[in-house]
């Protein structure tokens, strides 16, 4: 059924900034959640920034809070992750996600998945 994949990820610097995309097979991305997870090598896949359908409300992490933003453009049936002011602990498999459940940004809400985007943030 519904299908995303990722894309814009890639090695920045410090500081630097990146914007992942999120793109879905048809137009009903406008009526699920979007989240963006991450996981790190030996870490578990954490919550970074979801946000409703009609994209009025969102939610996101503490520790990317003010350096990470969460849009989507159901016209496109697009979602986004703006990265600004990237730190090293950033580092990541980036992945997006759609839900129909009740809101949760957490990986277990969410049922459609993409491939996964590595960022890298080195110098």
């Known amino acids: 059924q519904l299908q995303l994949v990722e894309s814009g990820g890639g090695l920045v610097q410090p500081g630097g900034s990146l914007r992942l995309s999120c793109e879905a097979s048809?137009?009903?991305?406008?009526?699920?959640?979007i989240g963006w997870f991450r996981q790190a090598p030996g870490q578990e896949r954490e919550g970074v920034s979801c946000i409703r359908p009609n994209g009025a409300s969102t939610e996101t992490a503490d520790s990317v809070r003010g350096r990470f933003t969460i849009t989507r453009d159901n016209a496109k049936n697009m979602g986004y992750l703006q990265m600004n002011n990237l730190k090293p602990e950033d580092t990541a498999v980036y992945y997006c996600?759609?839900?129909?459940?009740?809101?949760?940004?957490?990986?277990?809400?969410?049922?459609?998945w993409g491939q996964g985007t590595q960022v890298t943030v080195s110098s």
């Open positions: 996600a759609a839900s129909m459940s009740p809101f949760m940004c957490l990986p277990r809400a969410f049922g459609t």
């Open positions: 048809d137009s009903s991305l406008g009526y699920y959640d």
